[in-house]
């Protein structure tokens, strides 16, 4: 379903992301004097992921695991390496980042569809399911400025859940919302598992566990572990030297 | 090249509501609304007839009419390259998010800018007959300016959201280019007028907005063809266009991790 081979993903890394006119066509003129500095978010990434597989992904924050991300939903081209996807893959809302904030939650649900392709009669017959998923109520027609990021995170899902398509990526918003709402993202991810792929990006050590069949550890842009998630969790957490806490179904504390 | 062409045309659907949800994005905090696609270049003619006519005392009786018409086309060009330069920059999350051609982008800018034209020209409509312009068959000259006037925008558009992306100054420039511009361009004075007889030519092969300004001007108002002139900026439109694609296409995949 993806094969990642050897995939490495490169940034220069700059002071200012865009340098002011005048120090732009100065180093222009010094000919590279000051070459940028590069680094690899990803280096040498290598695995694969069946149809059906939920693969969890974790690590430290900033060690590649949303820029592998992207580069499936195929916004990052590789710069080494090859990436096969044999699917589509839907939107990935990272902490609600996407959305257009001054549009309601209704129009962003249609934007998103129009963005990954689906007609304008699936999205209306998925628009209701996803606005009752989401349980905003009235909330859904206000801008999504006006949001809290616990009901940004409820409308990414909502919606990433609801797509039609066959790679569903989750960016850490399974801590996200109230337990009420973490418990019908419980039931929607054993729902879906199996039946669609999913690679879940999370801090949370439980849901890797509960709901991943594969996890990968990743550590300054390469892979430190890759199998079975228990084992994985606990290479990180060892490295990481953090003691587990117990596992307790109530207790999912954002980390 | 080609290809961006062809992925553009396949993604036109994403193009029409990035444009819808743009349009109604920026319009929903005003309390006038989309009223103000009328006020803008209605308030904008006001200030001129004002310091032109009244304060300077020139233009002639006509003067609104040649104003408003170069002024809407001018402001379809300026205000699509000012959207154009920040187009990539003010929608990271979106890029991030989810794959989609980047043209989309600046393309959406320009096609806002071609509805607030419209809405100019709706008002220019009745300033045509309160002016008495000359109504002929040269009226059907239009859609061919404004096919000239959309390459070379499109063009121009691709090459400032590039730009815009590496360097925040751009916006500075533009605005300051633009400004400039405007005053070196007969929107609020006649080429007869302030260009010496001998040096008429050579300015008219030098700025290609005169050529066609002129042109709309001839073909709504004076009633007779397009001037010679327009040539210059249909060469040029043709030119910055194929550069314009050609150079948003090599560099769109940076584009992504410029932001």
Redesign the interface.
């Known amino acids: 379903m993806i094969e990642v081979d050897d995939l490495g993903i490169r940034?220069?890394m700059e002071k200012r992301?865009?340098?002011?006119?005048l120090s732009?066509l100065l180093e222009r003129s010094q000919n590279r004097q000051r070459s940028p500095r590069e680094f690899w978010a990803l280096r040498h990434v290598s695995f694969t992921v069946e149809r059906g597989d939920t693969v969890g992904v974790i690590g430290r924050n900033g060690s590649g695991k949303s820029t592998l991300l992207?580069v499936i939903?195929?916004?990052?081209?590789p710069d080494e390496g090859k990436v096969s996807i044999g699917g589509e893959?839907s939107?990935?809302?990272?902490l609600g980042?996407?959305?257009?904030t001054?549009?309601s939650g209704r129009?962003n649900i249609?934007?998103?569809g129009?963005?990954?392709g689906l007609t304008?009669d699936r999205i209306e017959e998925l628009l209701d399911v996803i606005i009752e998923f989401a349980e905003l109520g009235d909330f859904i027609d206000m801008?999504v400025r006006t949001y809290s990021s616990g009901m940004r995170a409820r409308l990414g899902f909502a919606i990433a859940m609801h797509s039609d398509k066959d790679i569903v990526l989750i960016d850490e918003i399974m801590g996200a919302g109230d337990v009420a709402f973490r418990q019908k993202a419980e039931a929607e991810m054993s729902r879906i598992i199996g039946e669609r792929t999913v690679i879940l990006v999370s801090h949370n050590m439980s849901a890797i566990e509960q709901f991943a069949n594969k996890a990968i550890w990743f550590d300054k842009g390469v892979i430190a572990g890759m199998g079975e998630p228990k084992k994985v969790v606990e290479q990180y957490l060892a490295a990481s030297k953090v003691k587990k806490p117990p596992p307790d179904k109530e207790d999912w504390a954002v980390a | 090249m080609i290809e961006q062409l062809k992925n553009i045309w396949e993604r036109r659907?994403?193009l029409y509501?990035?444009v819808r949800?743009q349009m109604?994005?920026e319009k929903?905090?005003k309390v006038l609304g989309f009223v103000w696609s009328f006020l803008d270049p209605l308030l904008l003619m006001l200030t001129y007839i004002v310091l032109v006519s009244y304060i300077f005392g020139r233009g002639g009786p006509q003067f609104p009419v040649l104003l408003f018409t170069a002024l809407i086309s001018w402001r379809w060009f300026t205000n699509s390259l000012r959207r154009s330069v920040n187009s990539v920059?003010s929608k990271v999350?979106?890029?991030?998010?989810?794959?989609?051609p980047l043209v989309i982008l600046p393309l959406s800018g320009i096609i806002i800018g071609f509805f607030d034209w419209l809405f100019g020209f709706a008002i220019l409509v009745p300033m045509l007959f309160i002016f008495k312009a000359s109504f002929t068959v040269n009226v059907l000259w239009l859609p061919v300016l404004l096919l000239i006037q959309i390459i070379g925008t499109i063009g121009a558009c691709l090459i400032a959201a590039v730009w815009g992306?590496?360097?925040?100054?751009?916006s500075n420039?533009i605005q300051f280019a633009i400004r400039i511009c405007f005053y070196l361009t007969p929107i609020i004075w006649a080429v007869e007028e302030r260009i010496p007889e001998r040096l008429i030519h050579l300015y008219m092969l030098l700025n290609p907005f005169a050529g066609l300004l002129e042109s709309y001007k001839n073909v709504l108002i004076r009633g007779v063809p397009p001037s010679e002139y327009a040539i210059v900026g249909v060469a040029l439109s043709c030119v910055v266009f194929v550069v314009g694609l050609w150079y948003f296409s090599r560099d769109e995949?940076k584009l992504?991790?410029?932001?």
């Open positions: 940034f220069k992301r865009r340098s002011g006119a732009f992207r939903a195929g916004v990052y081209p893959v939107t990935l809302f990272s980042a996407g959305f257009q001054e549009l129009d249609y934007l998103n129009i963005m990954v304008k801008p | 659907e994403l509501y990035m949800f109604k994005a929903k905090n920059t999350g979106l890029i991030q998010s989810v794959r989609f992306t590496y360097l925040s100054d751009l420039i995949h992504v991790k410029a932001i």
